[in-house]
DNA sequence: TGGCAAAAAGTTAACGTTATCATACCCTCC
DNA sequence: GGAGGGTATGATAACGTTAACTTTTTGCCA
């Protein structure tokens, strides 16, 4: 009828036909129903957001990042946990698609079943479905857009930092090596001692079964404990998660280790507390926010990518990497100030 | 046709013929349409939650209560963040409303216009839409279910502590006093004066324009420096928020204010990292994760209270408030020791 | 004034479900 | 063998919107 056009489109409708609708509209109370719109026009202008784990800041800032430039383009956002479970990040796709969004983000977890979501993401791909993976690629995804950060180069920069203080036996404290980006952390952490040529002891690695928040303090602090126990301990911690961190750093204050005299610390993320560490705790930065930006900006243009002949149109790949920061703070610098060290 | 009743009611069809139907399904990859379904019945299993500001963790944790509770039962959250805005919360709502939601859970934001979106509270009560407050509640609402804090009690508890150990000038450094759990934290803290027989100093009074994170920070921050370029500065701070704690702790680092042999600190709110502090931070606990859950099942009876006759049936109100409790730590205790200084 | 194009408003059907009612089928029992 | 009662399935309409098409109105010019 012509109210729908009044509210939709009302250059096309008469200047006073329009309003008296408009008046109608105000004193009725009349709200358009978002369900009836989205099952005729098949759209419903939301994005559905997986996530693996919100209880951890940076997924926090993942999504923040992404919700600047969705809300802002006028996109309601879907915000799902799946806990690092594959099982429940499937049936949030499927609610989502149930839904009908228009696109998805998504941040696998690392607990998929591997079969399962992937071949999940491939039908998704398959059927033209707008999607952007976020931070973790899988091995078995291919052709996919997604926008991750550089966390190779991100241990590699932490590594090198803490040889260059003189460091030569680093603890690394790992996540899930299952995980492409926690493979790659630990990759960072050779590349950096093989160009220094020192041997890479295993004892030194450790890594987790999952990326859960409760999971990553709870291995921060009982590695730390058995890396203290050693007979050559480390002399610096190199911890891939500020969960991770948290736990480092607790076990290190119970048994009164000296911060960075007696272990230098360096960790990934940089949070709101960590200059009122004790020292202030090195850190590297995760472009949380910013990858939720280009993330939401990428999915943007598929969404806007209209398929103006009913076929979904055959869209290009892209990829965007980011690169991490090395913020130096007094926890893994004996005695010097802290600075900043820029790119190279 | 059949199928519908094979999925939703299996028991009520022949065994071979949901056998087959559910084959074809399969086969088809038929996934039901979850909006020609809310279309129908003009139920969404879907929740609509609206919290001020999901940078802060206290809100994140808020809403991870919320979630355990109401995911388990079946119902998806539609989370909205209105950064402490008005006109925003209000635009949400009405966005939620379009959906057909089951329910609303809503923590008013500090900025709303008073009228508008208090009013429209109104309309939903009124409408019998299943709709539960958190942590806040505005003056203007009457007769609305609710789950908060008892933040005067909480007040009233840190600054007995920090009487107790022998402080006479504490500094408070309050959020938004237009919001009641602002306000309610300033009369716990009067309370705590006032049953000394102390009187109040209203330079030691400081309060905010809003509750938005990045605001807290830097009032306490600033408030902070403040108080420490008084003649006669307080010797103990008492912080309303997690985030005015941090800008607090930043200044009284900055100027090298020993904690807490010459400022005691008390804070609202646990976070992972008040145990890494040195001194770690004595808190008021906010059962933020508690509230959430206790929101969600109360929420949930009125969701599953179905109104047979096709009319919603007039609810009883409930409300429940939550008891912080005080966890001393180094930050508020002078001396290796927690021990209480007696009075006088 | 008639004719014609453009603008505005109206009509119809369809999106994918499910509530409701109607039908077909199968058994049991007198 | 037919009435009665249950169970299983089928048919129809409706939820509120909009795409596509049709009709009406308006405005303009010859």
Partial sequence: MTVSRALNRPEIVAD?????????????????NANARSLRTNTSH??????????????????????????????????ANSNEQGRREDLQIEAMLS???DGLLIAPSDGAPSGDSLSRIDELL????????IDRLPAGIANVSCVTID?????????RHLLDGGHRRIG??????????????????????????????????RTAETNAALVGREVGYSSTL?????????????CTSNTIAIGAIAALQERRVQIPEEMAIVSFGDMEWTTLLSPPLTVITQPTIEMGRQAGLMLLEYLEDVPEDGHKRHRKQRRIVLEPQLIVRASSVRGAAAKTIPDD
Wanted: hydrophobic residues 45%; glycine residues 10%.
């Fill in 16 to 32: 006073d036909t329009r309003h008296k609708i408009l008046e109608v509209c105000e004193r009725l109370n009349y709200r358009p």
């Fill in 126 to 133: 398959a059927a033209g479905m707008p999607l952007v993976i």
């Fill in 99 to 101: 839904q009908s969004v």
């Fill in 151 to 159: 966390n190779e180069s991100g241990a590699y920069k932490a590594t």
């Fill in 226 to 238: 058995e890396f203290l126990d050693m007979d050559n301990a480390p002399t610096a911690l190199l």
């Fill in 172 to 205: 690394l404290l790992a996540g899930n090596i299952n995980l492409d980006t926690g493979q790659q952390r630990v990759d960072g952490y050779l590349r950096g001692l093989k160009e220094r040529g020192l041997a890479v002891d295993e004892q030194l690695i």
């Fill in 46 to 79: 939301q994005v559905g957001v997986i996530i693996p784990d919100w209880r951890n800041a940076f997924w926090i800032d993942v999504v923040s990042g992404i919700e600047a430039v969705l809300t802002g383009a006028g996109f309601q956002l879907l915000i």
